[in-house]
């Protein structure tokens, strides 16, 4: 559950950062159902999950202790380089401004 809250906050953060910046990506021909398609596609990419280390005992799914007995929290960082990278290899190029129409 924990797990599903850190990446709905991680998309819901990228989406605010492209709306402010008014960033946008189009690719011609692309319908917006392809669009958010790839988006999505691109996004499960750049979603990287990590184990780090934690200070404090707490409980649940995202916790467990590796083999030196140190408690490990799993976190989920969004790589935006990654996104970039598969977005413009689909053909698509970010635009600023908002959309046409």
Do not use: H
Not at 10 to 30: D, H, M, N, Q, V
Not at 64 to 83: H, K, P, Q, S, Y
């Amino acid at each position: 559950m924990r797990g599903r809250i850190v990446v709905a906050l991680g998309l819901a953060g990228l989406a605010l950062a492209a709306c402010g910046a008014g960033a946008r990506w189009e690719r011609a021909g692309a319908t917006d159902a392809e669009r958010r398609r790839d988006e999505a596609e691109c996004a499960g990419l750049a979603n990287r999950d990590r184990s780090v280390p934690v200070s404090r005992s707490t409980t649940g799914s995202a916790m467990r202790r590796n083999m030196d007995g140190v408690e490990l929290a799993t976190v989920r960082d969004f790589d935006t380089g990654v996104f970039d990278e598969c977005m413009k290899s689909r053909g698509y190029q970010q635009v600023s401004g908002p959309p046409p129409g």
